[in-house]
């Protein structure tokens, strides 16, 4: 699709539709309406089209906006939507486990709240040349940033077999991932990978007929373990979400929005070690600055309810978790 910006926000493309958007404001308002904090800065750490982002600048009027994204043709789009609120909004080109140095650029020693909304975003999949959507015949793109250099062409057409078996098992959980390894190393010889027309036709063919009718659609854990090792996603995770926690001000939240199983055990881990005390097992008290100085704000992870649902279907796999600092680091 190759709407102009008029027509995508007519048409309600491009991720406008913010997930969760009362659960997320509820979570975020206690840390953007702390008394004594006068302008509280939120890091959307995953800006893409700027829902997420306009949500909290109308909600929090005080507020100020630092907006990451990879994709410069998302930011571009966050630009114009979000071109009303001026200079509380910066807009910053990065992965966001380069949150360290946006903050920097922006100005900002430290932050009162942080959203990050992963996987990938409304606008790219409805974008059928950046080759995300497994539903269309487009070329094997997948890259977030378009000026990164790994393709998904380029993991079929150029990963050995046991590399891409472990991407396939790792980053898809495909049970079959030797067998489509071997499948897809046969058929490159004859020709290169170049659309995902080819892919899902092989995978239709390798993948058993008994899996194929109970196990969703075929192609689902393929794409998805592709997306990942061509945008580092996991690792950028393991990596930002440290740097937003301990950016966060004291009374600050950091509430992030997973899609799949391997993003949210990595949320859920991280939270929990911030949440633990570090006071021996067994004893019968907690010893003096042993403490955590995080508390988890929701209990497990939550999820799109029925009303949620009905409005965004894309809500139904998201899980939802939110911590909160309760005091500085001890030294």
């Known amino acids: ?28 308002a206690p840390a953007l309406t702390r008394p004594g904090v006068e302008n509280p800065v939120v890091v959307d750490a995953t800006l893409g089209a700027g829902g997420h982002s306009e949500l909290m ?29 001026g200079d509380r909004i910066s807009f910053h080109q990065s992965r966001f486990d380069g949150i360290d140095g946006v903050l920097a650029a922006a100005g900002v020693d430290h932050i009162d709240a942080a959203l990050f909304d992963l996987g990938v975003s409304s606008m790219q999949l409805d974008r059928a040349d950046r080759g995300f959507a497994y539903a269309v015949d487009a070329p094997l793109d997948m890259r977030m940033n378009p000026d990164d250099e790994l393709t998904a062409a380029d993991v079929l057409n150029t990963y050995s077999h046991g590399d891409l078996a472990r991407v396939l098992s790792e980053y898809g959980e495909e049970r079959f991932a030797g067998k489509i390894a071997s499948a897809v190393l ?127 279907p894309r809500s139904a796999p998201v899980r939802v978790r939110a911590i909160e600092r309760v005091e500085r680091n001890r030294s």
């Open 186 to 312: 046969r058929a490159r010889e004859s020709e290169p990978f170049t659309t995902s027309g080819r892919l899902v036709e092989l995978l239709y063919a390798t993948i058993p007929a008994a899996t194929r009718r109970t196990g969703g659609h075929p192609a689902k854990r393929t794409f998805q373990a592709l997306r990942i090792e061509v945008n580092h996603e996991l690792d950028a995770l393991r990596l930002a979400l440290p740097a937003a926690l301990d950016a966060l001000a004291v009374g600050g939240r950091v509430v992030v929005m997973s899609y799949q199983s391997l993003e949210d055990r990595i949320v859920k881990r991280e939270f929990a070690a911030r949440t633990r005390s570090t006071s021996p097992p067994g004893l019968p008290v907690e010893l003096p600055g042993t403490a955590p100085v995080f508390r988890l704000v929701t209990r497990g992870a939550e999820q799109a309810g029925e009303a949620e649902l009905a409005e965004n």
């Open 1 to 28: 699709m190759n709407a102009s910006h008029d027509d995508e926000r007519r048409s309600g493309q491009f991720g406008h539709v913010p997930v969760m958007a009362r659960r997320i404001t509820e979570l975020l």
């Open 57 to 85: 600048l109308t909600e929090f009027d005080s507020a100020r906006v630092v907006g990451i994204d990879r994709d410069e043709s998302a930011l571009d789009i966050a630009r114009d939507r979000l071109a009303r609120f």
